[in-house]
């Protein structure tokens, strides 16, 4: 079941394209969905692949082929969408803190709008009243999620409209004929208790009868996928079961059969993903081995970040004796990757491989240092296909004004 391209392929790539380079195999991401929706055919299921993930338009357009919606956190992502061929009806607008213009472009484009506080639900009620449907998204006030930058759902976070607030958001809805068709939540990334989206679930239940117009239960993401060798990833088939005998449950109470809807973004993606670095050098200091490679956390800011595992492979020497290293970058900051790996000895010109790249990695590139973004491919069907080319000098001053 688990497709993954082989250290050959990964190599011919590195050779062919360069490093550093991005690569993504189209058929794990086929593979990812068709395990998601495999799970939950029980229920009456949508899917919205969270593109924030990764935004590539071909990746888009893969996607939108296999069935799935999108779910958008700009603007910007909706019209990318639109552009992929995603029809307005199967996008789901979920910004967060942007000005009522951004909301109101989104209505305008006919998409799925989720509206995350008071401000704009008022303004948006006054505005347009039940005239155009809309979806709530709530905090369910859950702690889900691996680190706490990735988490929120907590008391302190700034996304959802606290379900303790459901008295002003009734007031809200019915002074102003709002037209509830959805409730939503996301309480973060990296879950593996499967039992966060259930207790979600019950909250967002627990409130459902108050939104007579009530179509659909938008329970977010979060879904885990192994990073470490030894991780779990979030059991969907275990969750899907449980998710459909809930939904069952409720229309058998309320004579209601609401869909489920999801946001995944990292369970599609992440494993598809593969980062290509080669090792410029090996320096010996009194306390460790540093490999330096041709990249930094300008180019894959996760383990810096949110200090995220992603194992690592010397793709050039697998048959080469273990030794312990320290991965770094070549930004001028502390800037490294990873502490005591243990990798096939490293020599320099060695290509490594980083998995699990997919998701939040070349989506959060930057030009820091004043290095180049590097280059993304895509493997479909066994053929391998440019679609970014590597930023080049001239990149660096695109829409710099130059006045001296
Ligand atoms: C980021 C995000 C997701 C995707 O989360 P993953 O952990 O990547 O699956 C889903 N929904 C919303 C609203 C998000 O902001």
Redesign the pocket.
Known sequence: MSQSLSREQLIGLAKEFGTPLYVYHAEKIKDQYDTLSGAFSAVKARFFY?C??LTNINILKFINGLGAGL?C?SIHEVHLGLKAGFTPDRILF?P?CVDFDEIDAGRALGVIL?IDNISILEQFGNRYGGAYPICI?INPHIMG?GNYK?S?GHIDSK?GISVHQMRHIERIVKTTGLNVKGL?M?T???IKDINVFLAGLEVMFGIAEHFPQIEFIDL????KVPYHEDDVRTDVAALGKKVGDAFAQYKAENGKDLEVWF??????V?EAGYFLVKCNVVKQTTATVFVGVNSGFNHLIRPMMYEAYHRIENLSNPAGSPRIYTVVGHICETDTFAWDRTLSEVREGDVLVFYNAG??GFEMASNFNSRLKPAEVLVLDGAAHLIRKRDVFEDLLRNQVEVL
């Open positions: 969270a924030k993930a779910d956190v979920t967060n989720n998204r999620g990735i929120t996304f939503h996301h973060g990334s990296d977010g993401s979060g879904f946001e995944p973004g990292k369970f599609l992440s998701a939040y």
